[in-house]
């Protein structure tokens, strides 16, 4: 999908189609993160898990479960 920004006062907006607002579960008041690669832009919907929130979550629960075994790999 290619888009153009539109004048919006002194700012331009970048105007999404409903079918990808209602995919994502995006209304007027999800509150966006938007990031970059350095290439591109990233926008999303915030979440109340990050996906930094929930990588923490798992990698603390493996090594909950395999705190003897990961320690002898660090030995």
Do not use: W, Y
């Not at 331009?12 to 409903?18: E, H, Q, V």
């Not at 109340?48 to 629960?61: F, M, P």
């Amino acid at each position: 999908m290619v888009k153009t920004l539109s004048k919006h006062g002194n700012s331009l907006a970048l105007i999404l189609d409903r079918p990808v607002l209602d995919l994502l579960n995006i209304d007027e008041n999800t509150p966006l993160e938007i990031t970059t690669d350095g290439d591109g832009l990233v926008i999303r919907p915030v979440r109340k898990k990050t996906h930094r929130a929930r990588v923490r979550q798992a990698a603390k629960r493996v090594m909950d479960a395999h705190q003897k075994t990961l320690r002898n790999l660090a030995e």
